[in-house]
């Protein structure tokens, strides 16, 4: 290699490279989420307090959607719970079992995110509904009904968030445990859980921002008597109640952010857990 | 690992024993339920289910939910790429703003995403769409609405998972780039691009999915009128309740695009295989954030 073969030129020339410069850039994804997210936010959050604060509170004070706002957070937290035991357990076995169709498996997982949510209550009642085939009396407009078909929308969350943790987690502590006389149990709950318990966590919450804003997979499944958040809220806009309907549409936002920023905090000590 | 059966699940009967808990809670859940729809549409007999969606309504819903991926996607896919080169390679006050804005499609109710665009684009009563309304531009209860709130719910999927991507490549490449004299354009169409195509592309196959999909936001700006604002998410739902010879349409509506879900998670499984960092599972769970890309694991 010769040595002179790179001159270089211009030893402080560099510069970033850039596409219509840095300030344009920044410019136009600013323009571009305030005018498609923030813009449609804004007009919601100002219309729901239009008539006062008054007027806001009555609203979300009405009988129905206090009920409705009820069924949505319990029927939420049930799933949450089921999803960070199952989903705890299907990664578990995804990871650390093997069998044959594990790899379908494994895929088939994601299918709740790629199958279109009102398929999903159509598949669910064409199984479990009065006529399918394995009908259940009770499964169309009661609480069950409206559960599964969180759980199935829900599923990936807890697996999805749980699996790379446990692939990266280190046996030599499971193996210490055992060697040290911890029962499989034991070593479970002291040694594996602590470790998972931030991914399921994240999971948990990010199931549990979507089972409470959830409606396509709930349309046919919950009719009148399991009206939810969402179902509400569609009700009164259909009925003229655009008030209302804001009103309902801010608690549940609400939520929703207080849970984004919980993820956001579980994910920072998570990562700083992690090194 | 047969030393460590006292871990748990690694005892033959506890394996069993879990393995089965997972397997019948995935089949009761996920796997008879599919497999129901197509026996459900089949059961009408096949004549049926293909005349159910081959009529001028259901050819039109098709048509619509195709003209609403061909908008939202291509504007989610440049300004997604957009989005994540500024987030990433940029620092700058109201990023973190900016960040929690993208996340919000994911965190809001659908009927929630829809009353807002109809707060704000709607005829009467609104900020931006009385103007347009009086300028002979109607945008919601029309296709413009639809497409703007399948738009909304897509938004995020492009940017969450191309971002990953540019951050594990850095910029060294970039910099020879510029060094021996490409131009910005240049740099990002024969560098940046190539390195990011299998973040963008998982993108753009999750955006499709969820804007060939979306129901709630989308049914709270159309005006539902078939064969004008229907998409086929509508178009099964409708035709669910119209009861009688219908509901074998919105079965067989279903399996096309249950058929369609299967095909996006086949091509997820493809990129996967190409690029593990355009696609760990964890990107995919839609957890922005949750799991930074830990600086150990490079499969280059």
Partial sequence: MGSTTLALPRPAAYKRPRLGGAYAQRGIVTLWLSVMVLLPIAALITRSFDEGLAEFWDEITRPEAIAALELTLVVSLVIVLINMVMGTLIAWVLIRDEFRGKGILNSIIDLPFALPTIVAGLTLIALYGSNGFLGLDNFVATKLGVITALLFVTLPFVVRAVQPTLLELDRDMEEAAASLGAGPLTTFRRIVLPNLAPAVLAGAALAFARAVGEFGSLILIAKATQEVSSIYIFKQVEGGNITGAAAVSVVLLLVSLVILFGINFIGRRSVKYDR | ?300
């Fill in chain 2, 1 to 300: 690992m047969t030393a460590n059966a006292a871990s748990l699940g690694q005892g033959r009967a506890s394996k069993w024993g879990l393995r089965t808990v997972a397997l019948v809670y995935l089949g009761l859940l996920l796997i008879l339920p599919v497999i129901g729809i197509f026996f459900e549409a089949i059961s009408y007999g096949i004549g049926t289910a293909i005349d159910a969606v081959t009529t001028p309504e259901a050819q039109h819903a098709f048509f619509l939910t195709i003209v609403m991926c061909l908008i939202a996607v291509p504007l989610n896919t440049i300004f997604g790429v957009l989005t994540a080169l500024v987030l990433v390679r940029q620092k700058f006050r109201g990023k973190a703003f900016l960040n929690a804005l993208i996340d919000l499609p994911f965190a809001i109710s659908p009927v929630v995403i829809g009353l807002a665009l109809l707060l704000l684009y709607g005829p009467r009563d609104s900020w931006l769409g009385e103007w347009f309304f009086e300028n002979g531009i109607q945008i919601i209860f029309s296709p413009i609405g639809m497409a703007i709130a399948t738009t909304f719910v897509s938004l995020p999927f492009v940017v969450r998972e191309v971002e990953p991507v540019l951050r594990e490549i850095g910029t060294d490449q970039e910099q020879a780039a510029s060094t021996l004299g490409a131009s910005g354009w240049q740099t990002f169409w024969r560098i940046t691009l190539p390195a990011i195509r299998w973040g963008v592309t998982y993108g753009v196959v999750l955006a499709t999915a969820r804007a060939l999909g979306e129901f709630g936001a989308v049914s709270v700006v159309s005006s539902n009128v078939a064969g004008e604002t229907e998409t086929v998410p509508l178009f099964v739902a409708r035709q669910y309740e119209l009861l009688g010879d219908h509901v074998a349409g919105a079965y067989s509506a279903s399996i096309v695009l249950a058929i369609l879900a299967l095909l996006t998670l086949a091509s997820m499984n493809l990129i996967r295989r190409r690029d593990k960092v355009a696609a760990t599972p964890t990107t995919i769970a839609i957890a922005p954030q949750v799991t930074e890309p830990t600086d150990e694991e490079d499969p280059r």
